[in-house]
């Protein structure tokens, strides 16, 4: 069966580092991935979408965060920086063109 899997959630303080990842079984990433996130109380939004070549990331997180790939290991990471307590989310990976998604991992950002 198809599937993503997310790893690496966990609590982290103001001005922390994580690096979550997220494999995929039965299927190899193309070249369309995407990270998602989703607060209580608010809608899931756009985090980092990787489209070919080009990767774009949400306006509040451009600088902090990297989405990358390993197609060695056919897992996708996204490296999160001076993490803040608005960061606090599931994150949840997405294969847009397959219209497939993670279970998600919980980030907590807080003292």
């Known amino acids: 069966q198809v599937r993503l899997e997310e790893f690496g959630g966990d609590l982290v303080q103001p001005g922390g580092s994580l690096r979550l990842s997220c494999g995929a079984s039965?299927?190899?990433?193309?070249?369309?991935i995407a990270w998602y996130r989703q607060a209580p109380g608010k809608h899931r939004e756009l985090v980092a979408l990787?489209?070919?070549?080009?990767?774009t990331y949400t306006a509040s997180v451009r600088g902090r965060f990297s989405l990358s790939r390993d197609n060695t290991t056919n897992t996708v990471y996204l490296h999160m920086s001076s993490l803040k307590p608005e960061d606090t989310a599931v994150y949840y990976c997405?294969?847009?063109?397959?219209?497939?998604w993670g279970q998600g991992t919980q980030v907590t950002v807080s003292s």
């Open positions: 997405n294969a847009p063109l397959r219209q497939l």
């Open positions: 039965d299927m190899t990433f193309d070249s369309a």
């Open positions: 990787l489209s070919g070549e080009k990767t």
